[in-house]
Structures are given as structure tokens and as C-alpha cells.
């Protein structure tokens, strides 16, 4: 069943309160905070649709805050779970001591059960998932700390996820009835694969060493793009110690350190030989894979290819693409162009 409200239908100094009230019946009670510069006059709209026992809603509203603090949970108990997902403006979503700050494509989890605060300073369009928590918890197994933990939209599972639910949004009322709980398994599964995944014992090492050390791989691969990635993140979303991680890199020859500037690096040499990417800047591409700074992507990418960025895209034919797992110093000809003692292998 199709739900849509909107404050268009209501004068001026009804809206807010209006506004607050529609939003509660459609997901849960929040108290409302409005920007101290607005007196009257309130613009928001929301669009519900529920299918599988999940209720999927696109949101579009002037900036404002709202709160489960722990009354309104007394108040008014829910126990659901809750998907935001920014595709205009951004959001931060604040459950326990986290803030994930979405911006659009990028989408967290919170706890209904809980107390949280999530704030919009400009005026935005989110989509919302509604789950609740027996259904939520057999298919997407999720530590308490790890709500408000921020899924970045732009790579990895969590791209495909967020291109899943704008679909689903836009095309969940015209699903038929004979798919539609197939539709519902197929997100939370998918959820399940872009959520962080932590041990609600802390205990991740528990599993075996070659499972970890693939989550560790798996992980780094889909998050490398995060110029905040760090080894001490990586062992967080693990739910290991970072010595432990340090000790799994060890056994396999290298470190985490070098495990995530690796997959930046070969990431970067694809796009540097790929000719969609020819007229890219390569402090551009140096900033798309995760580094932080154009000197020391130069270094590292010199030091893992043997010569610079520049001299690398210039070397490679873009109709002939060379595989950029391959150390230059590999091909005779290259290994001529690049001065003796200046290429070495990375760490």
C-alpha cells in the first residue's frame, strides 16, 4: 500500500507541526528540531511503499533535525531497523558515540530501540528503509556497535546497493506479487554483504586464519577508496586488533599498510592505460583511489612501476592496454628508460 503525504496541503503554521506528526506514522516518533531562522513555513513530502514486510520511502525536506531520545523510545517503543540512504544533501545519522556524515550515494543503519539524532543542515532527498528487527537480524547480522557506521556509496558492495535501492524505490509499487518476497530476500541479502562486518563478541579473530585474511582482502579492496582508510580502520571493521591484523599481513609477506596502498596503486595503473580515462588529471585519479596527496602518490607510484605516473600513461598505448599488476621493470624496453637503482619493489 502507497503512502504520500506532503505539508503543500496544510497553511503555513500548521506545517512543522503537521510535518512531525506524518513522519512518526510513517516510520517512527521523533521530536523535531527545526533551524532557529525559520518561523513559519515548513516544505517536506515523503512517498512510502511496503512490500515483504519492508516499507521503502523517498524523503524530500527543508533542513531539520530529528531525535529518538530516550523518552520518546519510553514514549513510543519501535523495533525496527532503519536504512538511510543521501541522494541529495547530506545527513548525519549519531546513534551511540558515531556519526556517519552521508553524502549522496552513501547510506548507515540505525536502531529504532535506541537513541539518535539525525540532522540535515540544507535541504535534502534520503531513502529510507524500514525493517523490522526479527526480519532485519535473520538476514543482516549486525554488532550494536556498528549502527551509525557510514557504507560508502561509490565502490564496492556499497555502490551496488545503493544503485539497488534507488530502483527499488522508484519501481517497488509496479513489482509483481508472485517476486515480490524474492525482491525483499534479494535486498536484505544484499544489505547483509554491504554492511561492516564486526563480531557482536569483539572475538573476530575466532574464525580461521585463511577466512579472515580473505575478509581482510575483501574488505580492503571495497573500501580503498576511503582516503581515511587506514590498517587501524580495517581492523575495527573486522572486529580484530590491529596487531592481529598486523600479524595475518605478516604471515602472508607483506603488511596493511601495504595491502591497502597496493590496491590503490594497481587501481590507479588501470585507469592511467584506460583510454576512457585519457583526459583524467592525474592528481585526480592519484585522489580517486584514496591518497591524500599528488607528491606522495608520485613516490609511491614510482617506487611500486619504476617510473612516474606521467611517463607510465605515456608508455602505454591505450589500444594496447598493458596489465597493470605487471612491474614495469618486467618489459626490456621499459627497463631501459628508467635509471639504474631507481626501481624497487614497494616496502
Known amino acids: 500500500m502507497k503512502l504520500r503525504f506532503s505539508t503543500a496541503t496544510v497553511e503555513d503554521r500548521s506545517q512543522l507541526s503537521y510535518w512531525r506528526e506524518m513522519i512518526s506514522d510513517a516510520f517512527v516518533q521523533y521530536e523535531v528540531e527545526a533551524p532557529s531562522y525559520r518561523t513559519a513555513g515548513f516544505r517536506?513530502?515523503?512517498?512510502?511503499?511496503?512490500?515483504?514486510?519492508?516499507?521503502?520511502?523517498?524523503?524530500?525536506?527543508?533542513?531539520?533535525?530529528?531525535?529518538?531520545?530516550?523518552?520518546?523510545?519510553?514514549?513510543?517503543?519501535?523495533?525496527?531497523?532503519?536504512?538511510?540512504?543521501?541522494?541529495?544533501?547530506?545527513?548525519?545519522?549519531?546513534?551511540?558515540?558515531?556519526?556517519?556524515?552521508?553524502r549522496p550515494g552513501d547510506f548507515t543503519v540505525?536502531?529504532?530501540?535506541?537513541?539518535?539524532?539525525?540532522?540535515?543542515?540544507?535541504?535534502?532527498?534520503?531513502?529510507?528503509?524500514?525493517?523490522?528487527?526479527?526480519?532485519?537480524?535473520?538476514?543482516?547480522?549486525?554488532?550494536?556497535?556498528?549502527?551509525?557506521?557510514?557504507?560508502?556509496?561509490?565502490?564496492?558492495?556499497?555502490?551496488?546497493?545503493?544503485?539497488?535501492?534507488?530502483?527499488?524505490?522508484?519501481?517497488?509499487?509496479?513489482?509483481?506479487?508472485?517476486?515480490?518476497?524474492?525482491?525483499?530476500?534479494?535486498?536484505?541479502?544484499?544489505?547483509?554483504?554491504?554492511?561492516?562486518?564486526?563480531?557482536?563478541?569483539?572475538?573476530?579473530?575466532?574464525?580461521?586464519r585463511p577466512a579472515q585474511w580473505l575478509r581482510a582482502r575483501q574488505y580492503i579492496a571495497g573500501h580503498f577508496a576511503d582516503p581515511e582508510l587506514s590498517p587501524a580502520a580495517v581492523a575495527d571493521a573486522l572486529g580484530v586488533s590491529l596487531r592481529y591484523l598486523q600479524l595475518l599481513c605478516q604471515r602472508e609477506g607483506t603488511s596493511p599498510f601495504r595491502l591497502i596502498q597496493e590496491q590503490r596503486l594497481q587501481r590507479a595503473a588501470q585507469l592511467l592505460t584506460d583510454p576512457r580515462h585519457a583526459g583524467r588529471a592525474i592528481t585526480d585519479i592519484a585522489f580517486g583511489v584514496g591518497f591524500k596527496d599528488a607528491s606522495h602518490f608520485t613516490r609511491a607510484f614510482k617506487n611500486r612501476y619504476g617510473i612516474g605516473p606521467r611517463d607510465y600513461r605515456g608508455g602505454h598505448s591505450p589500444n594496447h592496454p598493458r596489465d597493470p599488476h605487471q612491474e614495469v621493470g618486467d618489459s626490456t624496453e621499459t627497463a631501459r628508460s628508467v635509471r639504474p637503482g631507481k626501481a624497487k619493489p614497494m616496502g
Open 44 to 102: 517536506g513530502e515523503v512517498t512510502a511503499e511496503g512490500f515483504a514486510g519492508i516499507q521503502v520511502s523517498t524523503v524530500v525536506s527543508d533542513p531539520h533535525t530529528v531525535v529518538r531520545s530516550p523518552l520518546v523510545i519510553r514514549r513510543s517503543p519501535r523495533d525496527d531497523f532503519l536504512v538511510n540512504l543521501a541522494v541529495h544533501g547530506s545527513l548525519t545519522v549519531t546513534q551511540g558515540e558515531r556519526d556517519a556524515v552521508l
Open 110 to 208: 540505525y536502531d529504532s530501540a535506541r537513541p539518535c539524532r539525525i540532522t540535515a543542515p540544507d535541504r535534502f532527498e534520503l531513502l529510507a528503509l524500514k525493517i523490522p528487527r526479527a526480519l532485519f537480524t535473520a538476514h543482516c547480522p549486525l554488532a550494536p556497535d556498528a549502527t551509525a557506521t557510514l557504507v560508502r556509496g561509490d565502490h564496492g558492495v556499497g555502490a551496488l546497493f545503493s544503485l539497488h535501492l534507488r530502483s527499488l524505490a522508484a519501481h517497488a509499487a509496479d513489482l509483481p506479487s508472485d517476486v515480490v518476497q524474492q525482491v525483499g530476500v534479494n535486498t536484505l541479502e544484499m544489505l547483509a554483504a554491504a554492511l561492516p562486518k564486526r563480531s557482536s563478541s569483539g572475538n573476530g579473530s575466532a574464525l580461521p
